[in-house]
């Protein structure tokens, strides 16, 4: 059975979207067919306009398809990926698995593996209580948690996160940092392969 991953994102500025892209890269080189989805805007238009930064996103990336439930329905793997908010997954993102009740109710979120990966401002900017956030989610969903841990001598190289892949917002996207990127993407892919 072919894997049918789902990449979720939320970015702001552009930095999750870029390790998204990477990862959906990543995926479909390793096999599995890939939809790179957003999480809707949650934020007002006035808000989203008045940051220069954040507007050019916005439309930059205007074609990329908006996640549905169909969508997580349609998948049997999930990578997630946002920034983080005061040690938490962004409003978006949290807004978009909140729609995810009727789909959650009857077991379709259910025995599927996920990974997560966020960004921060800093280094210490609450990315790996951001990662253990979406875990909680994904516990009360039945779904299969898929940390990369110390798979690949990768992770040590960019920070040490067994938890997932975590960037600091403005960073240069090295190449340790897409190795390690992949590597999680890859590995996501293996496990859902096997349970497939």
């Known amino acids: 059975m072919t894997v049918k991953l789902a990449i979720v994102y939320y970015s702001s500025y552009g930095t999750n979207h870029q390790m998204a892209t ?5 995926a479909r080189a390793a096999g599995a067919e890939v939809r790179l989805l957003k999480a809707p805007e949650t934020a007002p238009d006035a808000a989203v306009n008045s940051q220069d930064a954040w507007k050019a996103h916005a439309e930059a990336t205007r074609d990329i398809p908006e996640a549905s ?6 998948a049997n793997a999930y990578l997630i990926s946002c920034g983080t908010r005061f040690g938490v997954m962004a409003s978006q993102m ?3 698995i909140d729609t995810l009740g009727g789909v959650w109710g009857k077991g379709g979120l259910a025995n599927k593996p996920v990974t997560a990966m966020t960004s921060a401002q800093n280094t210490h900017g609450g990315q790996e209580t951001t990662l253990q956030s979406l875990y909680t989610t994904v516990m009360h969903w039945g779904g299969i948690v898929v940390a990369p841990g110390y798979t690949d001598e990768v992770i040590f190289k960019t920070g040490g996160n ?8 403005g960073a240069e996207f090295t190449d340790d940092a897409r ?4 590597h999680q993407a890859r590995r996501l892919v293996d496990v859902a392969a096997k349970l497939a």
């Open 162 to 169: 067994p938890y997932g892949y975590s960037h600091t917002q």
């Open 179 to 182: 190795s390690a990127i992949a």
């Open 22 to 26: 990477i990862a959906a890269d990543a």
């Open 94 to 96: 949290r807004a978009f």
């Open 69 to 74: 439930v169909e969508d997580m329905e349609w």
